[in-house]
Structures are given as structure tokens and as C-alpha cells.
Nanobody
């Protein structure tokens, strides 16, 4: 399974960006794979930002982004999007997507163990 994130850039506080994560590879269908977005800023730990369970299942968000970020998927295009609005300087980080085959009903998808990870895309929020 390969994941390719794109859509990062430089944006002013209060602005918006939409990140895309294209999933590819043999059998790599969003009908079976759950996808999460993570971010990591310099000197900070990696943070789970948002996730969507396989087959357009449940979604979840970190408290720090609830109400500002929206995750969605286009299963026909095998692409997961992260729409980010009202961006803040503290959202500045390298964002990457990750995948795992399956979904579990006893936990948030942010608690899954993601085995596949793509390269990141840099998001910088600054005036």
C-alpha cells in the first residue's frame, strides 16, 4: 500500500487548505482500509489529527481541530481529504496520512495502529 499526501502550503491565520491522500497498491481500497491524518511539528510528538474508518465509516478528530477540520473520502478515487479551516499558527506541522486494513468497533479510529505511512506535506500558518 502506498500513500501520497499533497496540498500543503503557506497560509495566513484564519485561512484554509485542503489536503489530499491518494491510496494505491494491490487491494488498496478505501472499502477495506481505514485512513488517518497525523502531524508532527519540530520538537513535538506526532499527533493524530483525524481519521475515517474503512467503507466510509466513523470519523474522529483531535480536540485541537474539532469544528475546524473535516475529513472525507472519495472511494471511487481512493482519496481521502482533510479540509482545514480557520487555521492557526499552532497547526503548523508536517502532515502525513497512514493506513491500516480493517476497522474496529470498540475504539476510535484514532486509536488504531496504522501500518502504512506516506510522505508528508508541510503546512505553515503564518502572517
Amino acid at each position: 500500500v502506498q500513500l501520497q499526501a499533497s496540498g500543503g502550503g503557506l497560509v495566513q491565520p484564519g485561512g484554509s487548505l485542503r489536503l489530499s491522500c491518494v491510496v494505491s497498491g494491490a487491494g488498496a481500497s478505501l472499502n477495506y482500509y481505514s485512513i488517518a491524518w497525523f502531524r508532527q511539528a519540530p520538537g513535538k510528538e506526532r499527533e493524530g489529527v483525524s481519521c475515517i474508518s474503512s467503507n466510509n465509516g466513523a470519523t474522529d478528530y483531535a480536540d485541537s481541530v474539532k469544528g475546524r477540520f473535516t475529513i472525507s473520502s472519495d472511494n471511487a478515487e481512493n482519496t481521502v481529504y482533510l479540509q482545514m479551516s480557520n487555521l492557526k499558527p499552532e497547526d503548523t506541522a508536517d502532515y502525513h496520512c497512514a493506513a491500516v486494513n480493517g476497522r474496529w468497533f470498540d475504539r476510535s479510529c484514532l486509536a488504531y495502529t496504522y501500518y502504512y505511512r506516506g510522505q508528508g506535506t508541510q503546512v505553515t500558518v503564518s502572517s
